[in-house]
């Protein structure tokens, strides 16, 4: 196996452009790629570190929202006042994220290419309605990240390409992520959802969405849920119906879809009465 490691955007690009894509794969904080291939993964013949990259790093306050690069590091976003200001649900999926040595390698690109079901990020980020800028030797594409993750492990990623950064648009309302895993740390999620909404003066709900993940192979809008109650649904034991139309969880070694399926009604409807939302008439 060889290793590679350019220090500027435009030698990386070349370098993905030159080799064979089957052959390839890009190194981020590592977090995903290492224990698979401690757990006896074939390394790949060339190993890409994009760590160097400066392009890749930071966040930037645009006009019309935010642009995180894609190495930025989990443990940064939890570092970061306008991340806790502007997008309060990310800045908790990073607090509720791993430990602090993970959350110090961990980057936001790296959880999205790995497309884990039940990464802790994506929630938010489809809130927010998030687009990840792509470049590859010759192009560069704007795509949005509900079209880019396909499934479990499954992106729309081109070979060369590279996820150069993530942008978020302004966002208006509260928003807050929740995780509930078999422990408090280091523990990947049994269900996670991200919820946002806004108020009138007279504190009606007027805008209400909620994304859940590892409860299908990608994220979901629990769209049923959210119309039924703007539309005035306020029956609480209506609620899991509604949500269990948008999700289709799996029985796996954390937990049982049967179990998912009632954990996320109760968790999100526990939310909702906090918030005002909901009787048991
Ligand atoms: C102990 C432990 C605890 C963990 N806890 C959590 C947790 O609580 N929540 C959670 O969601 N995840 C968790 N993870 C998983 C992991 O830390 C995250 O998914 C992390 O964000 C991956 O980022 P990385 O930079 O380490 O990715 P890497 O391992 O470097 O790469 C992952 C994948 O992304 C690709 N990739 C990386 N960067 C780019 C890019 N810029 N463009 C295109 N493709 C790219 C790689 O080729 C690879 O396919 C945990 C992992 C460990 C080992």
Request: charged fraction near 20%; glycine fraction near 8%.
């Amino acid at each position: 196996m060889k290793i590679h490691q350019p220090y500027g955007l435009e030698d990386c690009l070349t370098l993905l452009s030159e080799l064979p894509p089957d052959a390839t794969v890009i190194l981020a904080g590592g977090t995903d790629l290492m224990p698979r291939y401690e757990q006896g993964r074939i390394l790949p013949n060339n190993l890409i570190n994009i760590k160097h990259l400066t392009e890749l790093q930071g966040i930037t306050e645009t006009e019309n929202g935010i642009e995180i690069g894609g190495l930025t590091t989990i443990e940064a976003l939890q570092h970061s006042d306008l991340i806790r200001q502007e997008y309060p649900a990310l800045w908790r999926s990073t607090a509720q994220f791993a430990g602090v040595q993970i959350r110090n390698r961990a980057t936001l690109a790296g959880n999205i290419a790995n497309a884990s079901p039940a990464g802790d990020t994506l929630p938010s980020l489809y809130l927010y309605h998030a687009k990840l800028k792509l470049v590859s030797r010759h192009a560069s594409r704007t795509t949005r990240l509900e079209d880019f993750l396909v499934g479990p492990g499954q992106t729309t990623q081109e070979p060369g390409e590279l996820i150069q950064s993530i942008i978020l648009p302004k966002v208006s309302g509260s928003s807050c992520f929740y995780k509930l895993g078999l422990r408090d740390a280091m523990a990947i999620s049994v269900v996670n959802y991200a919820l946002r909404y806004s108020n009138a003066e007279d504190g009606e709900l007027t805008d209400l969405e909620i994304t859940a993940g590892a409860v299908a192979p990608t994220i979901v809008f629990l769209d049923a849920l959210t119309t039924a109650i703007l539309g005035g649904e306020t029956n609480i034991a209506a609620w899991q119906a509604l949500i269990e139309q948008d999700i289709a969880p799996i029985d796996d070694i954390r937990a049982s879809a049967d179990y998912r399926r009632k954990v996320l009604g109760r968790l999100i409807s526990h939310h909702l009465q906090r918030l005002g939302v909901g009787s048991h008439e």
